[in-house]
């Protein structure tokens, strides 16, 4: 059938992976250093990934393809998680794809038995009114990361400690640009990636990220040049030696990105290390963290 597809100018995408997360469906994955369309049959044609492209390589085409399978889709998206599910479903509802969504609140319906979450939780939330700063200022669209947002700390902990907290940072520089991937200090280091918000947003990041371990940070989404990060962070796993590997990012799409880099580099390396993501809230929570 000819229909709405995906298209990926080769050309222009430098592999960095800021369109995997907004993709829900799975259709996009990195191979071989290029975002490539994996199934015609998981892509919606909707778009959702044009818009976090920095590099302008995509676009979408009217062409034969396979029908769009729903069910197939959300089979394989409940493994990732409630969050993955609601974000899929509320894209349905944004485009008005009924037909879709019905398919899926009965998928979930159907196979709750077999779910890590309630079906009528993901309901709950796919159909809750969205209202935003930024609504309310009468601006739409745009990336999520990018919403302004005000954030209030109900019943936060009094500081305790008195007097200036020491850092922990061992290095300069620290921007993954500057850094020179020999440098002592990443001999047989264990190294933190870090996106450039994260420190800011965590009012412990030295004390739990930082201390006894070496640094790099960088921002997937505005930084250029980025397949300089993947050919530096080989460099440190293979020369340098670098004992293990931890991604920290924000909760935001764009900041997966970073991960992606960082598996790309690991792919490259004769030596294999361990990797670590840590995926810290907006409001400075860890809402994730384990060995990937």
Sequence with gaps: MIRDVVKIDED???????????????ALQIIDGKARLIS??????????LNHCPQDAMTIEKREA?????????SIMVEKGINTVVAHMKHLKEHNETEFLKQAVQYLKENEDQLSFKADDVIRQVHKPKVSIMAQQGHVGGCPGS?????TKENAAPATATGDTPSELRQW???MHLVNPMAPYFRGSDMV???????????????KYLKGRSLGIACPKLDSNQESYVNKLVQMIDEAKLNTLTVTIMEVPCC?????????????ATRKIP???????????VIKEEWV
Aim: aromatic share 4%; charged share 15%.
């Design 66 to 74: 396979e029908p769009y399978d729903e069910v197939k889709v959300m």
């Design 193 to 207: 990636l870090a996106a450039d918000c994260a420190a800011f947003s965590m009012g412990n990041f030295h004390s």
């Design 12 to 26: 222009k995408c430098n592999g960095c992976g800021v369109c995997i997360p907004s993709c829900h469906e799975g």
């Design 173 to 175: 520089p620290v921007q």
């Design 275 to 285: 990797l670590k993501l840590a995926i810290v809230s907006i409001e400075g929570e």
């Design 256 to 268: 997966m990105g970073l991960l992606q880099t960082a598996k790309m580099a690991i792919a490259q």
């Design 147 to 151: 919403a302004a947002r005000t954030i």
């Design 40 to 49: 015609d049959l998981m892509c919606d044609g909707l778009g959702a990934c």
